[in-house]
């Protein structure tokens, strides 16, 4: 999926726009600590920075998704931004910490599509030797629980490249609707790829909540 690291024009779209949405937590003044097996989400500290710098800026990440900082200097930026976009209602940010570490090696973002956060999209960056531990699952279930149930998203997209094998495969283990594609979307070196649409909807999320409970009991 593809993670809008910061630029300008993110600001630019979402100047203004009022957050009307009803929430049962007040995300915007502090995110709360997601955990679960193997892994806890919480909001990005500037101590994560290097490790974001030497994680997420491979070829092997980026490959996939809108080119991150490529400097500490950057990633301090991306990390302060993320907290004013927090606050102001507009974006969030959750890194990915695997237990028995202390820093991110990875994050979620979450980003509204328009005021009140009733339709967002979201993308992810995951240092690749975190690949294939159940790291992406477990975090994607907790951040999609969190914006369901607390933010009041009722529409959550994503956009993940025709290219991107392993991404697409994730959405769709994740219970999200292929709904079509959308053609030279996404630049990346100079060209234009193929990008597949998927969502999932609040009342979708309730049925895979309620499935995934069952499977436990």
Excluded at 53 to 72: D, G, K, N
Aim: aromatic share 10%; proline share 4%.
């Amino acid at each position: 999926m593809e993670t809008g690291f910061y630029r300008p024009e993110l600001d630019v779209a979402t100047a203004g726009a009022e957050t009307v949405a009803t929430i049962s937590s007040d995300w915007r003044e502090s995110l709360p600590v997601l955990t679960a097996d193997g892994v806890t989400l919480r909001e990005l500290e500037l101590a994560d920075a290097p490790s974001l710098l030497a994680m997420i800026t491979t070829e092997e990440v980026t490959r996939f998704i809108s080119p991150p900082p490529t400097t500490l200097e950057g990633f301090e930026h991306f990390i302060r931004w993320t907290h004013q976009q927090r606050a102001a209602g507009k974006c969030i940010v959750l890194g990915v910490v695997p237990h028995g570490m202390s820093v991110a090696v990875g994050l979620f973002q979450v980003r509204s599509l328009e005021p009140g956060f009733s339709i967002a999209e979201w993308g992810f960056a995951l240092g690749s030797p975190f690949w294939g531990t159940g790291l992406f699952l477990t975090g994607a279930q907790l951040v999609a629980d969190f914006v369901f149930e607390e933010v009041g998203v009722h529409r959550l997209e994503a956009r993940a490249s025709m290219q991107n094998g392993r991404g697409n495969a994730a959405l769709k283990k994740l219970g999200a609707v292929r709904e079509g594609i959308l053609r030279r979307s996404f630049l990346r070196n100079g060209q234009y790829h193929d990008q597949v649409l998927w969502s999932i909807l609040d009342t979708e999320w309730q049925r895979v909540g309620i499935a995934r409970r069952e499977m436990v009991h």
